[in-house]
């Protein structure tokens, strides 16, 4: 069966450090992989998507970035975090191939805080 | 720009009481309609979808949601909710011309009471 995990669960972090979250599919190959962030009392924000290795789209513009070095592989990352930052981060992935055929499965989440 | 809307930011609902949802979407162009659900300090899980055929889907948990295209609308539904339904749902939609990315509502905090 197709998994998704996600670490660490939580995380307290002070300004300026840097930050890797690690997210990681089992069961499927060459999945679509996202990148979300839910701040306090808000909605879902995409933050970056992978459709294969080494291809990262980002959709806002911020102090943070992604990578994805294997096929079910993807990390966020910052060189120095902002209050800002803080938040529930959330990992996802697809499968669907075809434009709009994507249907997303989310993993457990990290909670960041930055003081 | 594509947006999608739920209507009701908090809804709360006596326990055994049914309770409906409230999502709207911007756009009548090809979309495939989803809905999840957040429990405290956890991802969500997908309850159901709609990709096509049937206008009335049934998910998990005993939740169900229609589709109506003239009103661009995928209201979700459920005739008798219980204690552990007490979480956040939350209506996104996959608007083709987007290519695959979601475009999620705000989001509704069901608040079930005894």
């Known amino acids: 069966s197709q998994t998704i995990h996600q670490w660490p669960a939580t995380l307290v972090q002070p300004v300026g450090s840097p930050l890797s979250l690690e997210c990681t599919v089992e069961?499927?190959?060459?999945?679509?992989l996202y990148w979300y962030r839910q701040a306090a009392g808000r909605g879902l924000q995409l933050l970056f998507y992978?459709?294969?290795?080494?291809?990262i789209s980002s959709e806002v513009p911020q102090n943070l970035s992604a990578s994805r070095p294997q096929d079910r592989q993807f990390i966020l990352s910052s060189k120095k975090l902002l209050l800002s930052d803080s938040g529930f981060y959330l990992c996802?992935?697809?499968?669907?191939?075809?434009?709009?055929?994507?249907?997303?499965?989310f993993g457990p989440g990290t909670r960041l805080t930055v003081l | 720009a594509q947006s999608v809307t739920q209507l009701d930011s908090q809804v709360p609902v006596f326990e055994e009481a049914p309770v409906e949802l409230r999502c709207n979407y911007s756009?009548?162009?090809?979309?495939?309609l989803f809905w999840y659900v957040q429990y405290p300090n956890q991802g969500l899980q997908l309850l159901l979808k709609?990709?096509?055929?049937?206008?009335l889907v049934k998910g998990i948990n005993g939740f169900e949601a229609e589709f109506n295209k003239s009103q661009t609308s995928f209201h979700l539904r459920k005739p008798s909710v219980h204690i552990s339904d007490t979480a956040e749902y939350f209506c996104?939609?996959?608007?083709?011309?987007?290519?695959?990315?979601?475009?999620f509502g705000g989001g509704t905090r069901v608040l079930v009471k005894p």
């Open positions: 996802a992935f697809g499968t669907g191939k075809a434009v709009g055929t994507d249907t997303q499965y």
């Open positions: 069961g499927t190959s060459n999945p679509n």
């Open positions: 992978s459709v294969g290795i080494g291809q």
């Open positions: 756009s009548s162009v090809s979309v495939y």
């Open positions: 709609y990709l096509s055929g049937s206008t």
């Open positions: 996104a939609v996959t608007f083709k011309a987007a290519g695959n990315k979601l475009t």
